[in-house]
C-alpha cells in the first residue's frame, strides 16, 4: 500500500490594487487504499522577483511551487513525514485510548 501524498491550495490573500499575492493557505492531503490524513496551514507570500505574474494566470502548481520554498526543504519534509506516520500509525495502531470499565 503506498501512499500517495497531494498539496493543495485552498485559499489566496490578494492585493487588490496589483493582484499580489500575499498569503496562502494549503492542505497536504495524504492518502492509501484504505486510510487518510492531512497537515493544512498559511503562509505569508515574499514580494516576487522580477514581473509579478497576473492572478488570473497563476496555477495551483505554481502557487504550491511558492508555498513549498517558502516553507524550506526541511519543514516540507518534516510536513509529509507526518503526514506518513499518521497514515502509518492507522495502518499498524501503536496506541489506544479508553478505559478498561467501559468495553
Known amino acids: 500500500m503506498s501512499a500517495q ?3 493543495k491550495i485552498t485559499q489566496l490573500e490578494r492585493n487588490v490594487a496589483d493582484g499580489r499575492v ?3 493557505v ?3 492531503d ?3 487504499d484504505t486510510y487518510s490524513a492531512y497537515g493544512s496551514d498559511a503562509v505569508l507570500l515574499d514580494e516576487p522577483e522580477g514581473e509579478l505574474i497576473p492572478f488570473k494566470d497563476l496555477t495551483e502548481e505554481l502557487v504550491v511551487g511558492w508555498v513549498k520554498a517558502k516553507l524550506g526543504e526541511e519543514a516540507v519534509e518534516k510536513l509529509e513525514g507526518a503526514v ?3 497514515l ?3 495502518r ?3 496506541k489506544a485510548t479508553g478505559v ?3 468495553q
Do not use: C, M, N
Open 5 to 7: 501524498l497531494t498539496w
Open 22 to 24: 500575499l498569503a496562502a
Open 26 to 28: 494549503f492542505y497536504l
Open 30 to 32: 495524504g492518502r492509501d
Open 84 to 86: 506518513l506516520a499518521s
Open 88 to 90: 502509518s500509525e492507522q
Open 92 to 94: 499498524s495502531p501503536t
Open 100 to 102: 478498561p470499565w467501559q
